[in-house]
């Protein structure tokens, strides 16, 4: 069953296209990454999903009703999470969230003190105290403590630290499982690789590809650099290898997750002295494919 549905939505700003015909659709218990890199038009489409902006063209429904004029109804059940959160400063974190619950009106207090333990928040301190992090949570901890049955998260991580992280992981993965869905923009691949059940990719204001994980299996490569004791020949020749540099004795490539094992069990018999990894990030796999698209010639047709 659809819970958020958009197709053909186009926004404009004067003569700037921030949004051109995106498609997009969320199911029920469903965990949707949209991503892509900053700028590329995540919070536009976000803030008219709840109707803060006004579509220059196209649909945008959740609940099946019109996210602009049924914005009010709309919002009774929906939970939204924003990259920025700016609070009242004189009132405490705990007042905050308070407040939060109220004008949701559908809050579970016992939930909140789990929550607030959980996110090992002092909610006693006055606002205009907190670091980014600690604002985040306040957003987080109201957003999760209500029974929402979407929950609209713009780059909810902001500011918080890697411990902070696998916590709200675990809230995501809880609504998750209570049947809810979830609507997570990120330009942090790996937040997405860990809670999505698929992913809708924005550049430039286009949807570029969407399709599960597995689908989009080239987006999970890694990034590795390698020196060997003995000269590194035919690594070119293994499967799963992809834009292979030599750089005097020093080589960087990506693999294929599913191919590591076999790459890495390869290498050793030259006997390894470095080896670096990381996971790609979107800015990176965006410029990559973009750069040789232009100089080949071709459209957009999905990161390859």
């Known amino acids: 069953m659809s819970i958020l549905k958009i197709e053909n939505l186009t926004k404009k700003f004067g003569s700037f296209t921030a949004l051109d015909g995106v498609d997009m659709e969320v199911n029920e218990g469903e965990v949707y990454g949209f ?17 803060m902006l006004k579509a220059t063209q196209g649909e945008a429904e959740i609940f ?14 929906v939970a ?12 405490t974190g705990g007042e905050v969230i308070d407040l939060f619950m109220k004008m ?11 929550l607030i333990k959980k996110f090992d928040f002092d909610p006693t301190k006055k606002s205009r105290t ?3 992090g600690n604002r985040q949570k306040v957003a987080l901890i109201a957003a999760f403590a209500s029974d929402a049955d979407l929950y609209i998260l713009d780059e909810p991580t902001s500011g918080l630290d890697p411990l902070m992280e696998k916590v709200f992981q675990e809230c995501v993965l809880d609504a998750k499982a209570a049947g809810k869905s979830v609507l997570l923009s990120s330009h942090i691949l790996s937040e997405v690789e860990k809670l999505c059940d698929r992913v809708g990719i924005i550049r430039q204001g286009k949807m570029v590809e969407t399709g599960t994980l597995e ?46 094992d076999a790459v890495i069990r390869y290498i050793s018999r030259f006997g ?10 979107l800015e990176d796999l965006f410029m990559r494919h973009y750069q ?5 010639g071709t459209g957009a047709e999905g990161i390859r």
């Open 64 to 77: 099946g009703k019109d996210a602009w004029s049924h914005a009010v109804d709309i919002h009774k059940r």
């Open 215 to 260: 689908e989009l299996r080239h987006l999970t490569r890694t990034h590795l650099t390698v020196q060997t004791k003995q000269p590194l020949t035919a690594l070119n020749e293994l499967k799963g290898i992809h834009n292979l540099e030599e750089k005097g004795s020093e080589f960087t490539f990506q693999v294929d997750t599913e191919e590591m």
């Open 35 to 51: 991503i892509g890199p900053n700028g590329a038009g995540k919070s536009t489409t976000i803030r008219i999903l709840l109707g």
């Open 80 to 91: 939204y999470v924003p990259g920025d959160v700016n609070l009242w400063p004189n009132l």
């Open 104 to 114: 949701n009106g559908n809050a579970n207090h016992e939930k909140r003190e789990q």
């Open 272 to 281: 390894i002295l470095k080896l670096e990894s990381a996971p790609p990030t």
């Open 130 to 132: 907190y670091s980014k």
């Open 292 to 296: 040789s698209e232009e100089r080949a």
